[in-house]
T-cell receptor, first 114, second 113 residues
Framework: GAVVSQHPSWVICKSGTSVKIECRSLDFQATTMFWYRQFPKQSLMLMATSNEGSKATYEQGVEKDKFLINHASLTLSTLTVTSAHPEDSSFYIC??????????FGPGTRLLVL | GENVEQHPSTLSVQEGDSAVIKCTYSDSASNYFPWYKQELGKRPQLIIDIRSNVGEKKDQRIAVTLNKTAKHFSLHITETQPEDSAVYFCAAIPSGGNEKLTFGTGTRLTIIP
């Protein structure tokens, strides 16, 4: 149980385009989903917390207009990187939890912006 | 907010020996402390967790201890094996709800065959 999927697993795009990443909880209802960013050899940095049916809460320094988050259902959250630039290249990981502290992570999406 | 420090940043251990990774946290109201293992290019996987009402928890070769007074918790891996090689992250949930995890900086563990 507690399986989280993420799609796509990797994406290469041109600078200026937008990229959408999906995060799904496959076998449980996720009341809360989290989006992280991870640079090579570094820890996970929380970008935002997403609750179903409400606006996401962004961490300090994360631009909400650049990283659009939608949590439309209890099993799906999306992160859209708008007008992506090379500095947005990173490993994006989502996690999901269901009214408990335990977070289960998706496999991550590696984004490369050319 | 919560601040989690993790040591060491790298650790090399001979196969069969034990490995210990230590973390400290700043928010005395934190009450949930998970440990994640992340292999290269893969997702973090929960390997063990502990809540503040427990001082120690063990699962086969893995154990976690918590000292609430000193605000530190440790991961112990015994009889290490090559497949234990990975990056390990500790984390804590601070008070205030919303289940936000604060992660440590990670420890790269290498098991030497």
């Amino acid at each position: 149980g507690a399986v989280v999927s993420q799609h796509p697993s990797w994406v290469i795009c041109k600078s200026g385009t937008s990229v959408k990443i999906e995060c799904r909880s496959l076998d449980f209802q996720a009341t809360t989903m989290f989006w992280y960013r991870q640079f090579p050899k570094q820890s996970l940095m929380l970008m935002a917390t997403s609750n179903e049916g409400s606006k996401a809460t962004y961490e300090q320094g994360v631009e909400k207009d650049k990283f659009l988050i939608n949590h439309a259902s209890l099993t799906l959250s999306t992160l859209t990187v708008t007008s992506a630039h090379p500095e947005d290249s990173s490993f994006y990981i989502c996690s999901a939890s269901s009214r408990q502290e335990t977070q289960y992570f998706g496999p991550g999406t590696r984004l490369l912006v050319l | 907010g919560e601040n989690v420090e993790q040591h060491p940043s790298t650790l090399s251990v001979q196969e069969g020996d034990s490995a210990v990774i230590k973390c400290t946290y700043s928010d005395s109201a934190s009450n949930y402390f998970p440990w994640y293992k992340q292999e290269l290019g893969k997702r973090p996987q929960l390997i063990i967790d502990i809540r503040s009402n427990v001082g120690e928890k063990k699962d086969q070769r893995i154990a976690v201890t918590l000292n609430k007074t000193a605000k530190h918790f440790s991961l112990h891996i015994t009889e290490t094996q090559p497949e234990d090689s990975a990056v390990y992250f500790c984390a804590a949930i601070p008070s205030g709800g919303n289940e936000k995890l604060t992660f440590g900086t990670g420890t790269r563990l290498t098991i030497i065959p």
